[in-house]
Nanobody, 120 residues
Framework: QVQLVESGGGLVQAGGSLRLSCAAS????????MGWHRQAPEKQRELVAL???????NYGDSVKGRFTISRDNAKNTVYLQMNSLKPEDAAVYYC??????????????WGQGTQVTVSS
């Protein structure tokens, strides 16, 4: 099992920036993809960004050009740099670890989530 601990959430004004961090520990050899998801009240959880062990990156359409995912393999940490934040970006952000499968990613491990609030 993989333990994922997020940090970096908080309150920011619209147009501002935040950087989220996710530190992974445990059986990290069992995952080959890390990602960030988010869930706003009364909405479904959605993929924000993912990064694979070989460096492939995908973003959700709503964050392209504003968010950047990166990883520090030496620290087993994944980051999400969020710029030009909008009120609609407010949500609980979850870090997840998974494996690539045919047609997508199987997300098997989840962090506890960190709240991002964007004031207008």
């Amino acid at each position: 099992q993989v333990q994922l601990v997020e940090s970096g959430g908080g309150l920011v004004q619209a147009g501002g920036s935040l950087r989220l961090s996710c530190a992974a520990s445990g059986s990290i050899f069992s995952i080959n993809t890390m990602g960030w998801h988010r869930q706003a009240p009364e909405k479904q959880r959605e993929l924000v960004a993912l990064i694979t062990n070989d460096g492939r990156i995908n973003y959700g359409d709503s964050v392209k050009g504003r968010f950047t995912i990166s990883r520090d393999n030496a620290k087993n940490t994944v980051y999400l740099q969020m710029n030009s934040l909008k009120p609609e970006d407010a949500a609980v952000y979850y870090c997840a670890g998974g494996v690539r499968v045919v047609g997508g990613t199987s997300w098997n491990d989840w962090g506890q989530g960190t709240q991002v609030t964007v004031s207008s």
